[in-house]
């Protein structure tokens, strides 16, 4: 077994490893050098397309059609997609393994989930006219630099909107980069630009120069988290500056004339510059290393570390992680080194191993942990065992050890080296993996049709396994051309009883396919009303929707069935279909209030439901400015009623409405005041207040306004408008139809108490201390004596008199001895 | 107070700061200076948990109403901040965009934040317009707003109308997401009980979005793996009491009589903040506290004055539950207070130790002196208005109608109120009152009244009377109509039985102890709101037995378990609308047994959420804080109250009533 410091390399006070992934991946008559080739980030698949601007000799028809191929990077081909449309200026990647192509017109497709199937979206018109020069892309967007130096940037695929940033100085551009967003201190992605000497940083609101001086720089590259910025210059240095622009922090002359074809992040600590056949490393503080390749490469950056490519290998160059370091380094004392030896000798059966044990006691759980980390790192599964026997030999010796992270690492790595398979060819790291996430990596596997896998890895590591069954149904649907029982049938066998199983997506695969029924068939099986709604709309099926809409209660779905429907079907039809289901004709209704009355009044038509449509008449009336319109409107809306007993009143109001309008009309022209909008009730009480008795009258009898209502109107006209006279005449009327009461308490609260008295005789159904009360309020003290003295009642005249005094209290002193002289 | 622990179990300061973090992280997305454009609405409940100040830190340089088309163009960014289920709301946002786009010189961008979800409907109306492509569009899932420890709120304004009026169930879908999103929180209700078709609904709408939570969860590759194991029985939360609001009408048509009751029946509370004329307030002096999000462009006009209620409020706490009646010597006990402090500090041969101490107090002091001022004014205000003529009259009505004697005088009041041009709501709310204890006012008395009223208060208000109607406030006595036809049976119930309802719950207490509340009752002087004694049904079962059938002296008072309704179901029989009673079970039994065994028998889920579908009032949440005070008292048990939004009579009637008038 080869030793694991085989492939390090010594940089400054680093050590940087080479580990080869996988050989013989491509070809070897794919000539490399003329292709673009990008890879997905977290190790993910890698496309590859004739760059063409490069001259290439003719090979035959076959060529002639360009393709994009997708390959793992073991180089197994796992998607071609034929192209046909435009020049391609960029091809990408996002996290989640979403193919971008961008087109110099500024046409975009985005190939998800590694299939030939894509969402087309546009950059916009600038990006037409001006043309895309070139694209970076960084996990969850990209920005495209224009003809005129203009970028336009997308943040995000599930719906991309592209965004122009500030304008850049003209000038042209050596080299640029973008800063994404995650690391940017405005949240927005920045984009630097190589122009003339110096860098300009454009965001969306400003363009800055940072005023270096030191250009034209041939490359800028950003370091994975953002920390970081590598320049090349044209006197052919590597500067790397922190990306703030504020400090500098190490720099490498490379002493090559040309400039590098590529410049890249290794990690976040190392640089890699590559020309056609040669690659130089540069750790920090500018030590560096070189090495030749055979054949052309070309550089994919990961997060940890950047994959090589050539025809026939693919090698992952990293920085060797720590504990690896710590382990396997030369000449290495750590306990996790002194650890691995013991099994060594363990394993030879030599006393030794108990020594070495001895030897780290006291730091002994730590070597376990080292050993369990540094098994993560390895690629070998050797060395992987000998790490994780190291660590469990030790843990063995241990009184305490958590050995959670040991469980995990070695769930971890059987996950790892399956991936990492060569017909897999996921040459996935521990920190990519982390960074990456089971599930996401599942889905990896998913879309590379690895069921079987993916549901192993699933179920192993307590996964839900819905997503791999959804997607393989897809699959099937779109594979299998039997006939549809029996694919629906084999189907709903194989995912029945599985949980959380979404037979719409299934659906719409089959949909897509063209495949109508089995999607109407597959959808049945779909737990999730709402869910199925989309699709039903889509084959046509729009009852069926609307009574699933109403089945998941989510108003939003029932009325956007609704909508969808009505556009579709007559007006008389889509009534009926709403006529027998009450939620969706209350949705109706509630809507076309604001915004449809039109729609409204057809379907009180088409219901019979007369009642409403009358009403909606009236608030029509309402709304009208003119009185010609509104009286029109109340007529109709009457005329609507006619017919039927059951609205005879509602017609009667309709009618005196029309009348009160009538009435009021002319009043205005005769007053010459503003009468319209009053209630009969008003018009009568404005017009007493204005002296127009008669006519208040007429009002009464005309509206049979009830005699009550028509003096409580009067008196408190009368009141407000302070007529005492009138007053004073209606006090000598007989009988009151509100009794007397109300006067006195109307015109008291006025403040008149001479007149108010007046009334107090006339309530006679009050008793005698409520009078007496009344009395007093008006400040008449001898009249209250009086009440009470014809009800004989001395206490009542006892309580007044220590109210009273002067003239009243003698008053009272006479009543009361009236009152004992009479017993 | 029991209330307070109550909010340990349901943590309602999270909601809050969730809902804050969450909006201004979607305000930080846009770079830049912007111009907010809120919904007016959602203004107030922003306010809830963002101030003003906070809004311009993070950006926003004006803020806008969505209405009348007065966005401005002075910011290159315009975020909308909207309530996305109205498609008259849509509409306007979209209309803005078009408008700002067309008008002005500048490229804008735009950004819609739909509240609480991007509905399919608003895609379809901004595609329509052709502005989808213009704005960015996000969501803020706000839902719950927390408007006490123990009270959330969805805060839906029209919630009653849209429910009773136009019969929409959205905010029966907007509950059943909001309760889901606690059932995520805190598992499963082990048990729904409910009272209503409407609460049947929403429970049956729980039910299945619990088992399509299964599917959603796996399919949303956002979610972590954990949450997909679907939901075990909660630990917290015993039981979800889900009262509709269309059972108890009369609670919310009767005037309330509380502190914070009445306070809304004469200024309107929003949002915990009631706006009165400054004139009221008369020299106290403004509050140091927040300023809520009051846009700055919206000329509030100088006379008016926001107050906010809540709990940062020195005194407001301690008041807002009482009955009104015992509001003066509460306030006066507190101005002793004060002033017997203010003694101290006039003594001057105080130690500099106790002088130190006191000055520390010195702030909480004057704030609580400001508290005390606004209080006192405002209560005064509310004398006014509870000594006038009108409400005496207007209470006497109330009173025999909830006490289930037919006076002769009822209808001899109202129509003089109606001669007398009272407002309308008042006599709306009487006779809708009377309506819904008796199922109907008799046709031709009906009729009668209905003419009064469209001649006193004008034609258009023909349809307010068929909006009340509609609602079922206000309808005709039909003799086919529910209990009284013995056809009809038993499971659809459509009316209520209020004579056996009346004595099956005891609805009226005789005595009631104003000051020192021992029924709930005294949120009303009297009445037994009908809502809160279907909680004490479940709830407390031997309190509510020993009231409604009091043990003959000597015998042992009843002691009434179980669970759920038991004890109850023939009152429950006679009360319309559907009963609720679901037990909720975990996937997997061994979680729930294991969980169970290791709770151990003492300790069980000790808090009830009390959701009102449709809204619930002041007086029935200080009615139910009295309540679950007892509770806690006696078996440690919290409750907390959610609601769709707060309601009042006075809100209630006045969504029914045509504002218009003829003539334009």
């Not at chain 1, 996950?415 to 993996?433: C, D, K, M, T």
């Not at chain 2, 719950?505 to 009752?521: G, K, R, Y």
């Not at chain 2, 709770?599 to 619930?616: A, H, Q, Y």
């Amino acid at each position: 077994m080869s030793k694991p410091r085989a492939d390090w390399e010594q940089v400054g006070d680093r050590f940087y490893r080479k580990t080869q992934l996988y050989t013989s991946v491509f070809d070897p008559d794919l000539e490399l050098e003329n292709h673009v080739v990008t890879g997905a980030p977290y190790s993910g698949a890698v496309a590859v397309y004739r760059d063409e601007s490069k001259i290439f000799s003719h090979r035959g028809a076959q060529t002639t059609k360009p393709t994009i191929d997708i390959y793992s990077c073991a180089g197994k081909l796992i998607r071609q997609i034929a192209w046909d449309r435009g020049t391609i200026k960029a091809v990408g990647w996002s996290e989640d393994e979403r193919l971008l192509v961008v087109t110099d017109d500024g046409n975009v497709r985005s190939y998800a989930d590694l299939q030939g199937e894509f969402t087309p979206f546009s950059l916009g018109q600038g990006a037409e006219e001006r043309g895309v020069q070139a694209c970076k892309f960084w996990s969850t967007g990209f920005a495209a630099l224009l003809g005129d130096n203009s970028i336009v940037a997308v943040t995000r695929y599930d719906e991309p909107r592209p965004q122009l940033l500030a304008s850049a100085p003209h000038g042209e551009i050596v080299a640029w980069s973008v800063l994404p967003p995650e690391y940017t201190s405005s949240r927005s992605v920045e984009v630097l630009l190589a122009i003339d000497k110096t860098v300009y940083v454009v965001d969306a609101s400003e363009c800055e120069d940072r005023g270096l001086e030191a250009g034209p720089f041939r490359h800028i590259g950003i370091s994975p988290n953002g920390k970081f910025i590598a320049l090349y210059t044209d006197d052919s240095k590597v500067w790397v500056i922190s990306s703030d622009f504020q400090a500098r922090l190490s720099e490498y002359d490379s002493k090559v004339k040309t400039p590098p074809k590529d410049l890249q992040w290794c990690g976040n600590n190392a640089v890699v510059l590559a020309w056609e056949d040669e690659l130089h490393l540069i750790g920090p503080n500018g030590a560096a290393s070189k090495s030749y390749y055979d054949s052309f490469m070309h550089l994919l950056p990961d997060i940890d570390g950047i994959r090589v490519l050539t025809n026939d290998v693919c090698e992952f160059l990293q920085k060797v992680p720590d504990p690896t370091e710590e382990v396997f380094r030369l000449g290495s004392t750590s306990p996790s080194s002194v650890l691995l030896d013991a099994l060594d000798h363990l394993e030879r059966k030599s006393p030794k191993a108990d020594d070495n044990i001895q030897l780290i006691r006291t730091s002994l759980d730590e070597a376990v942990d080292t050993c369990v980390r540094a098994a993560g790192q390895e690629y070998s599964i050797h060395w992987q065992k000998q790490l994780l026997k190291a660590a469990s030999f030790g843990k063995s010796v241990l009184d305490l050890y958590n050995s959670d992270d040991f469980v995990d690492m070695t769930e971890a790595l059987r996950v790892l080296n399956a991936v990492r398979f060569y017909e897999v060819g996921i040459p996935v790291s521990y920190e990519q993996y982390i960074r990456l996430t089971p599930e996401r990596l599942v889905q990896r596997l998913v879309n590379r049709h690895e069921y079987l896998l993916a549901l192993k890895v699933s179920e192993y590591l307590n996964l839900p396994v819905d997503r791999i069954y959804v997607h393989w149904a897809g699959q099937k649907v779109r594979s299998t051309s039997t006939n549809e029982d029996g694919i629906c049938d084999e189907i709903v066998r194989k995912l029945n009883g599985k949980r959380g199983i979404s037979f719409e997506e299934v659906a719409r695969a089959a949909y897509d396919e063209g495949r109508r029924d089995l999607a109407i068939e597959l959808l049945e099986h779909e737990p999730r009303a709402g869910k199925q709604v989309p699709l039903l709309l889509s084959v046509g099926e729009e009852t069926i929707a609307l009574d699933k809409a109403i089945e998941s209660g989510d108003t939003d779905l029932v009325f956007y069935v609704l909508l969808t429907l009505k556009k579709k079907i007559p007006l008389s039809n889509f009534f009926r279909t709403i006529n027998s289901r009450s939620v969706a004709t209350a949705i109706v209704e509630s809507s076309a209030i604001d915004q449809d009355q039109e729609l409204l009044k057809d379907l009180y038509y088409q219901d019979d439901r007369r009642g409403d449509g009358s009403n909606l008449l009236v608030t029509e009336a309402l709304s009208a400015s003119d009185l010609g319109p509104a009286t029109d409107k109340l007529k109709m809306a009457a005329k609507l009623l006619r017919d039927s007993k059951e609205y005879a009143t509602q017609v009667t109001a309709l009618e005196e409405a029309q009348k009160l309008l009538r009435f009021q009309e002319a009043f205005e022209k005769d007053l010459n005041d503003r009468f319209i909008g009053l209630s009969v009730n008003q018009t009568m009480s404005k017009l007493i207040d204005k002296g127009h008795m008669k006519r208040a009258a007429k009002v009464q009898t005309e509206f049979k306004v009830n005699d009550k209502v028509y003096w409580w109107t009067k008196l408190r006209a009368l009141v407000r408008k302070r007529d005492l006279r009138e007053l004073e005449e209606m006090s000598k009327i007989r009988k009151s139809p509100i009794g007397w009461e109300p006067f006195y308490n109307e015109i008291l609260g006025a403040g008149k108490t001479e007149l108010a008295a007046l009334f107090i005789p006339k309530c006679t159904t009050l008793t005698m201390a409520e009078r007496i009360e009344m009395w007093m309020k008006c400040g008449k003290v001898a009249k209250a004596g009086e009440e009470a003295l014809k009800a004989k009642d001395r206490g009542a005249l006892e309580d007044l008199r220590k109210q009273a005094s002067g003239n009243a209290m003698l008053d009272i002193d006479r009543m009361i001895s009236q009152l004992q002289k009479g017993r | 107070m029991a209330a307070h622990s109550a909010g340990k179990a349901i943590n309602t300061q999270d909601i809050t700061d969730k809902a804050r973090r969450d909006l201004l992280l979607l305000l930080e997305s846009v770079r830049g200076k912007k111009n907010l454009v809120i919904e007016r609405a959602l203004a107030g409940t922003i306010g809830l948990f963002v101030k003003f100040s906070t809004l311009q830190e993070y950006g926003v340089d004006k803020l806008f109403f969505l209405e009348n088309h007065n966005v401005d163009s002075s910011q290159r960014n315009i975020i909308f901040l909207v309530r996305g289920e109205k498609a008259k709301q849509v509409q306007t946002v979209a209309e803005q965009i078009r408008l700002v786009r067309s008008e002005s010189k500048i490229d804008h961008d735009f950004a819609v934040i739909w509240v609480p979800r991007r509905t399919l409907v608003s895609n379809l109306i901004l595609e329509e317009h052709g502005v989808l492509g213009e704005a960015n569009i996000t969501e803020l899932a706000m839902q719950f707003v927390p408007l006490g420890h123990d009270l959330l709120s969805l805060e839906l304004e029209d919630s009653f109308n849209d429910l009773t009026l136009r019969k929409d169930p959205t905010p029966i879908f907007a509950s059943a997401k909001a309760l889901m999103l606690l059932q995520k929180q805190y598992g499963l209700f082990p048990r729904i009980l409910g009272k209503g078709d409407n609460a049947r609904k929403l429970a049956d709408l729980l039910q299945r979005m619990r088992s399509e939570e299964d599917v959603n969860a796996s399919s949303d590759p956002n979610n972590s793996y954990l949450t997909s194991f679907g939901l075990t029985p909660s630990t917290v939360v015993e039981n979800l009491i889900i009262i509709d609001r269309e059972v108890d009408f009369p609670t919310i048509l009767a005037t309330q009589l509380t502190y914070e009751g009445l306070l809304d029946e004469v200024f309107g509370v929003a949002n915990n903040t009631v706006e009165v004329d400054s004139s009221v307030l008369g020299g106290a002096p403004a509050p140091q506290q927040q300023q809520t999000a009051t846009p700055t462009t919206t000329p509030t006009t100088a006379t008016k004055r926001k107050v906010p209620l809540d709990s940062t409020d020195k005194l407001f706490p301690e008041i807002r539950d009482a009955n009104f009646a015992s509001i003066g010597p509460l306030l006066n006990k507190t101005a002793r207070r004060l002033q017997s402090d203010q003694q101290n500090i006039h003594n001057l041969d105080q130690p500099l130790s106790d002088l130190k101490s006191f000055v520390q107090k010195l702030p909480s002091y004057q704030a609580e002196q400001a508290s005390l001022k606004i209080h006192t004014s405002l209560a005064e205000e509310i004398t006014k208005f509870t000594k006038s003529d009108t409400f005496r009259r207007t209470l006497e009505v109330e009173q025999n109608l909830l006490i289930g004697s037919e006076g002769s005088t009822t209808h001899e009041i109202v129509e003089e109120l109606i001669a007398r041009d009272m407002p309308l709501q008042t006599v709306l709310r009487l006779l809708c009152l009377e309506s819904c204890l008796s199922n109907g006012i008799r046709q031709r008395e009906l009729e009668h009244f209905k003419r009064m009223i469209v001649q006193a208060y004008g034609y258009q208000h023909l349809i307010t009377l068929a909006n009340l109607e509609k609602a079922g406030l206000l309808i005709p006595r039909e003799s086919h109509r529910g209990y009284l036809n013995p056809i009809s049976g038993s499971a659809g119930q459509t009316a209520t039985d209020w004579n056996a309802v009346r004595n099956g719950l005891h609805l009226w207490i005789d005595e009631v102890e104003e000051s020192e509340p021992n029924d709930i009752a005294y949120a009303f002087s009297g009445y037994a709101p009908l809502s809160v004694r279907l909680v004490q049904a479940v709830l407390q079962k031997s309190y509510l037995q020993n009231l409604v059938s009091p043990p003959r002296s000597g015998a042992p008072p009843s002691t009434l378990t179980g669970t759920g309704w038991r004890g109850f179901e023939d009152v429950l029989a006679r009360i319309k609308g559907a009963t609720v009673d679901v037990v909720q079970r975990g996937h997997d039994a061994d979680v729930s047994h294991a969980r169970s065994v290791l709770r151990g028998s003492k300790e069980g889920p000790r808090t009830s959420i009390v959701f009102f579908l449709g809204g619930v009032t002041f007086a029935e949440v200080a009615a139910l804080r009295f309540m679950s005070g007892e509770i806690e008292k006696a078996s440690g048990r919290k409750l907390v109250i959610a609601t769709t939004g707060m309601v009042s009579g006075k809100r209630g009637v006045e969504g029914m009533v045509e504002k218009r008038g003829f003539g334009g």
